[in-house]
């Protein structure tokens, strides 16, 4: 399966500030998603990485809070702006159609606790 | 976000017992996936489901694409105290990696020896 690698693992963050997520994976992959797991409960996706241009967000989610950054077809960064308590999660990304396979690999996550 | 209704919310078995979850959605998915999530992890795909009434097994795990495209399930056969954790099914409304993910609610294993 693929190697994906994220960073940072985990971070503790006052409220306000910002945080980035890198994601990188060890093949070149058609598509990079990234979700959201708040605490005790299931992923929802936040939007879908394009190389190229702007990411493609999902209802409930807007690029000004969770900007997203796609450079090439191995990397991609998600920030989450301004952050509050609420922003406290695992973010992950995965990624599709890596080395030609039909399905999507997740990363280990990076967990975000804002105090 | 859209979410499926996934059941058994928890199990609690003893080691060497079989097990099985299942997931229902309201609209058909034209693919389904099983992932597993151990503690401090990203899912791990288990097995992947691309065509209705397809069957698929991988060691001790086996998974079913409903007919009607609208339902899947998982069986986990003589469990071990490895198979702990949090399984998650998945659809994709459309075919292959492309399309996003909805997630269904999960079910947390425990097994005791």
Redesign the interface.
């Known amino acids: 399966?693929a190697v994906?690698s994220q960073k940072p693992s985990r971070d503790i963050c006052q409220r306000g500030t910002s945080l980035t997520i890198q994601c990188q994976v060890d093949s070149q992959v058609?598509?990079m998603?990234w979700y959201r797991q708040q605490p005790g409960q299931?992923?929802?996706?936040i939007a879908?990485a394009n190389q190229g241009s702007e990411a493609t967000y999902?209802?409930?989610f807007v690029i000004d809070k969770f900007p997203i950054s796609r450079p090439n077809l191995t990397f991609s960064t998600l920030t989450v702006s301004n952050m509050s308590p609420e922003d406290s999660s695992i973010y992950?990304c995965?990624v599709?159609?890596?080395r030609g396979?039909?399905?999507?690999?997740?990363?280990?996550?990076t967990?975000l606790t804002v105090l | 976000g859209q979410q499926l209704n996934q059941s058994p919310q928890s199990m609690f078995i003893q080691e060497g017992e079989d097990v099985s979850m299942n997931c229902t959605s309201s609209s058909i998915f034209n693919t389904w996936l099983w992932y597993k999530q151990d503690p401090g992890e990203g899912p791990v795909l288990l097995i992947a489901l691309y065509k209705a009434g397809e069957l698929t097994s991988n060691g001790r795990l086996t998974a079913q694409f409903g007919i009607t495209r609208k339902d899947s399930f998982l069986n986990i056969s003589a469990s071990i105290p490895s198979d702990v954790g949090i399984y998650f099914c998945a659809g994709q409304p459309k075919l292959y990696y492309t399309d996003k993910l909805i997630f269904g609610t999960g079910t947390r294993l425990q097994v005791f020896p």
């Open positions: 399966s994906i058609t598509m998603f299931s992923l929802t996706l879908t999902e209802s409930g992950l995965s599709g159609g890596y396979t039909d399905t999507q690999y997740f990363g280990p996550g967990r």
